[in-house]
């Protein structure tokens, strides 16, 4: 060995050493990433990277179509040290959210920053999970989910967003940062007892910064974090701006829980906030109300009760600019059930079938979490045959649920008559954009009361048309959420 080193000289034994180096990380690598037995299929992955290329899961490369057809309706994918299993058709993902609903009750870390580490609704799991949801569940109901004075809230934003909408004097516009706005009103009211204005220039730039984080929560670098989670945190990128931005909003939160503790007073309650306070002042320790999950809860409320709604919103003034006839039966039976003397109300929604049926399209052809809210195993587990240990992500493929061709007349168009049946309202089973189960989505009534009042008050009174010169488009942009490209309408009045 020596002789042989002596003889060649010190760049072979470079070379000869690197050549080590390299098989000794591939074996290392292998080993780091081995897969227990039995686990979903997977196609071949690059040594240290896995399926990098094809992280974009939400514009399936052929890569994955292929896999479909091949595997059927469960494979994996490895990004760095993260292995997903993506999950296909109804009854798989039934057996996922219901029948097997307790071994898949818990969430990965999704949004990856300090202030959600198993605090507040949508991160944590376990006992925190359990009593973080309940108490959020009672309070919000308490607040008046599916009682008269959440609705006159609503009903009241609507004729602040319809007069906002009338400014516009039928020139074109972009509504975003209006619907944003009242949208997100809601969900303040509830949380921290208090609207915010239109003009309001501080609260316009936080919805802008959660715009942003659910754009930069797409961004093709944040992978980077799969790869190196360690160091992410501190080379330039969007996760850097990530934290970033939830240390703003995390800020904003904070300061008003602060002046709620100033002025709260022990025997009323004004607010979610509020009454989170009473509950920390019982604790005696042994529960997990404390002032981090205080945060993480209200912020959770914040974020998960403005994106999706508003989103969900612009989609359905797009499809009405697009589909005028649509749009035309939808004021017809505003006018015939309600007229224009009063605001619709939701005891209107079961004589208002069609109305129903648009949104519930809207809903359904817009897709906007195509991919649910990852899920974790709770426990070792099995699913179709195949082996999935404790801790492992699953992505629920929606799309293959709302797209299903078996299911739907004409997956691809936008068809309200999917949703009706000789002229009542047909619920489908196949619609599940809120999920199923106990971690389902814990605002959906609200959802469905905001989508129904928001939507009835712009249509009853303003028609929607795209604007002269611009032609406007389906087209998506990846986020956290799928939602349109910026476009601006005209907003006639009626
Ligand atoms: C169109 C509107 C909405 C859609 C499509 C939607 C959809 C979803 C989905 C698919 C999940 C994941 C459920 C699962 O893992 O099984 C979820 C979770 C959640 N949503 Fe919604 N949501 C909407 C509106 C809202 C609103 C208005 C709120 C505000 C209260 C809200 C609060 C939450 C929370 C806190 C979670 C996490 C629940 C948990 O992990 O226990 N969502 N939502
Ligand atoms: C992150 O923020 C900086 C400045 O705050 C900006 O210049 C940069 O473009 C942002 N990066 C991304 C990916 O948005
Ligand atoms: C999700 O389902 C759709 C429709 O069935 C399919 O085209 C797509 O390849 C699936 N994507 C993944 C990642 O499973």
Redesign the pocket.
């Known amino acids: 060995m020596l002789r042989l080193l002596g003889e060649s000289g010190p760049s072979t034994a470079l070379q000869s050493f690197l050549v080590f180096l390299g098989i000794f990380l591939l074996v290392a690598d292998y080993m780091r990433r081995r897969k227990p037995q039995n686990f979903p299929p997977s196609p071949f992955a690059l040594p240290f990277l896995g399926h990098i290329l094809t992280r974009d899961f939400r514009n399936p490369t052929k890569v994955i179509q292929e896999l479909t057809e091949k595997y059927g309706n469960i494979f994996s994918l490895h990004m760095g040290q993260m292995s997903y299993v993506f999950v296909s058709s109804i009854p798989m993902v039934k057996e996922v959210?219901v029948n097997q609903g307790e071994n898949f009750l818990d969430?990965p870390d999704i949004f990856r920053v300090d202030v959600f580490r198993n605090c507040g609704?949508?991160s944590s799991n376990g006992h925190t999970?359990k009593q973080q949801?309940r108490f959020?569940l009672s309070t919000?109901r308490n607040f008046g989910l599916g009682k008269r004075s959440l609705e006159k809230r609503i009903q009241e934003e609507c004729r602040y967003l319809t007069d906002a909408v009338g400014e516009e004097q039928g020139h074109p516009f972009d509504p975003h940062f209006k619907v944003n706005n009242a949208v997100s009103n809601i969900?303040c009211s509830v949380t921290f007892g208090d609207r915010f204005e239109y003009h309001n220039e501080q609260f316009q730039k936080l919805l802008q910064l959660m715009d942003k984080l659910v754009e930069l929560y797409g961004h093709p670098l944040n992978q980077l974090y799969d790869l190196f989670p360690g160091i992410a945190k501190y080379v330039p990128g969007p996760y850097k701006n990530i934290s970033k931005i939830w240390k703003m909003l995390n800020s904003f939160v904070c300061d008003i829980i602060a002046k709620h503790k100033e002025d709260w007073h022990p025997s009323e309650s004004r607010d979610f906030i509020d009454s989170y306070l009473q509950e920390m002042a019982k604790d005696d320790g042994s529960g997990c109300f404390c002032e981090e999950n205080l945060a993480a809860c209200t912020l959770?409320?914040f974020f998960?009760?403005t994106e999706?709604?508003s989103t969900?919103i612009r989609w359905a003034l797009l499809y009405m600019a697009l589909y005028p006839e649509i749009q035309a039966r939808v004021q017809a039976e505003i006018d015939a059930v309600v007229g224009q003397a009063r605001q619709v109300a939701l005891g209107d929604r079961d004589s208002m079938p069609y109305t129903n049926a648009v949104i519930h399209e809207v809903?359904r052809k817009s897709n906007?979490?195509p991919f649910?809210?990852p899920?974790m195993t709770t426990r070792d587990t099995t699913l179709g045959g195949f082996f999935l240990p404790k801790g492992t992500v699953l992505m629920l493929n929606f799309t293959s649920l709302l797209f299903d061709k078996k299911e739907w007349e004409t997956p691809d168009a936008f068809n309200p008559e999917h949703f009706l049946k000789d002229g009542q309202f047909w619920r489908r089973e196949a619609f599940i954009?809120?999920?199923?189960?106990k971690?389902?989505?814990?605002?959906?009534q609200?959802?469905r009361a905001?989508?129904f009042l928001f939507f009835t008050a712009l249509l009853q009174k303003f028609t929607f048309r795209p604007p002269p010169d611009a032609p406007l488009s389906l087209r998506v942009k990846l986020g956290i959420t799928q939602h349109p490209l910026p476009y601006r309408v005209c907003a006639l009045p009626r």
């Open positions: 959210l969430r609704l949508t999970w949801r959020a919000l969900i959770d409320l998960a009760g999706t709604t969900t809903q906007i979490l649910s809210v899920r954009p809120f999920s199923l189960g971690r389902a989505c814990l605002g959906e609200l959802a905001e989508l």
